[in-house]
T-cell receptor
Framework: DADVTQTPRNRITKTGKRIMLECSQT?????MYWYRQDPGLGLRLIYY???????NKGEISDGYSVSRQAQAKFSLSLESAIPNQTALYFC?????????????FGPGTRLTVL | RKEVEQDPGPFNVPEGATVAFNCTYS??????FFWYRQDCRKEPKLLMS?????NEDGRFTAQLNRASQYISLLIRDSKLSDSATYLC????????????WGAGTKLIIKP
């Protein structure tokens, strides 16, 4: 089983709809991240969390919200989706004390907003 | 100017050749550097960290040039399976270890 999972893997929705993307991990890591990836722009950080109930804004948090109710789960919400939120979304985890400072990514959610 | 920049490529390279690409960063406070590999439509995976003294992992060599503010990745004896996009990531001291990402360099190895 994958260590970091994301649901759904693909989603098509309409402008104005509320969307939630879920991320779960079995790695026991305390840090979790949400990124979006757009062609030519690289990964951009939306929100991150260092522990349950800890929430921090990233570079592009406007239009998004997150929830970290359990160590293993970090969900991303788009309250009212708009077409420029069409992107590939990745969740990542990191062990704060890990020797490599490596981030482990989920398989991604491809979101299309019409 | 972007904080972390990469040549998007694609680099088209014959199998067996050596290829190198760079990643420049603008913030001199950058402390940690990484190369990730991303296959098409897949998640990024850590290829290697980049240490000040340079480091090697099999056919892959990573170097850091602090004076000129860039890191490099060299791949020797390239394989078809090396075809991917290579992302560099940089973290600054005091940033809660947030990674700033380059947009990636696409590498295509041809038989």
């Amino acid at each position: 089983d994958a260590d970091v999972t994301q649901t759904p893997r693909n989603r098509i929705t309409k402008t104005g709809k509320r969307i939630m993307l879920e991320c779960s991990q079995t790695k026991g890591h305390d840090r979790m991240y949400w990124y979006r990836q757009d062609p030519g722009l690289g990964l951009r950080l939306i929100y991150y969390s260092f522990d349950v109930k800890d929430i921090n804004k990233g570079e592009i948090s406007d239009g998004y919200s997150v929830s970290r109710q359990a160590q293993a789960k970090f969900s991303l919400s788009l309250e009212s989706a708009i077409p420029n939120q069409t992107a590939l979304y990745f969740c990542a985890t990191k062990d704060a004390g890990g020797p490599k400072n490596e981030q482990f990514f989920g398989p991604g959610t491809r979101l299309t907003v019409l | 100017r972007k904080e972390v920049e990469q040549d998007p490529g694609p680099f088209n390279v014959p199998e067996g050749a050596t290829v190198a690409f760079n990643c420049t960063y603008s913030n001199s406070a950058s402390q940690s550097f990484f190369w990730y590999r991303q296959d098409c439509r897949k998640e990024p995976k850590l290829l290697m960290s980049v240490y000040s003294s340079g480091n090697e992992d099999g056919r892959f060599t990573a170097q850091l040039n602090r004076a000129s503010q860039y890191i490099s990745l060299l791949i020797r004896d390239s394989k078809l399976s090396d075809s991917a996009t290579y992302l560099c990531a940089v973290a600054q001291l005091g940033s809660n270890y947030q990674l700033i990402w380059g947009a990636g360099t696409k590498l295509i190895i041809k038989p």
